[in-house]
């Protein structure tokens, strides 16, 4: 009687083994495993990628700049009038952009 007894628990012990293995995978199906993460970016790094993008940014207000003064230099040889009107929207738009 006491092997009978012994073998129920070896049993449950067995298919509790089993079925925690089992959802394991059933959730990595469902959910999909973790991207191996990543080393933390190093100084240098942000260093470089923040001057980078000051570069850009340098770069694009210059260039707002110059479209900026070819619209002031149209503006100045116009007449008042629709066309005129036009341009000053486009400038102002620019100017959206600059800022």
Same mark, same amino acid.
């Given at each position: 009687?006491?092997?009978?007894?012994?073998?129920?628990?070896?049993?449950?012990?067995?298919? *509790?083994?089993?079925?925690?293995?089992?959802?394991?995978?059933?959730?990595? +199906?469902?959910?999909?495993?973790?991207?191996? *993460?990543?080393?933390?970016?190093?100084?240098?790094?942000?260093?470089?990628?923040?001057?980078?993008?000051?570069?850009?940014?340098?770069? =694009?207000?210059? =260039? $707002?700049?110059?479209? $900026? @003064?070819?619209?002031?230099?149209? @503006?100045? *040889? @116009? +007449?008042?009038?629709?066309? *005129?009107?036009?341009?000053?929207?486009?400038? @102002?738009?620019? $100017?959206?952009?600059?800022?």
């Amino acid at each position: 009687t006491a092997a009978a007894a012994a073998v129920p628990e070896v049993e449950a012990f067995r298919f *509790k083994k089993v079925k925690k293995s089992f959802s394991y995978s059933k959730m990595n +199906r469902l959910f999909g495993r973790g991207k191996p *993460k990543e080393p933390p970016p190093n100084l240098t790094d942000a260093i470089s990628n923040v001057d980078s993008r000051g570069e850009s940014i340098e770069k =694009k207000i210059s =260039k $707002l700049d110059a479209e $900026l @003064m070819k619209y002031k230099d149209q @503006m100045k *040889k @116009m +007449r008042d009038g629709p066309s *005129k009107n036009m341009i000053k929207q486009r400038a @102002m738009r620019v $100017l959206k952009q600059k800022k």
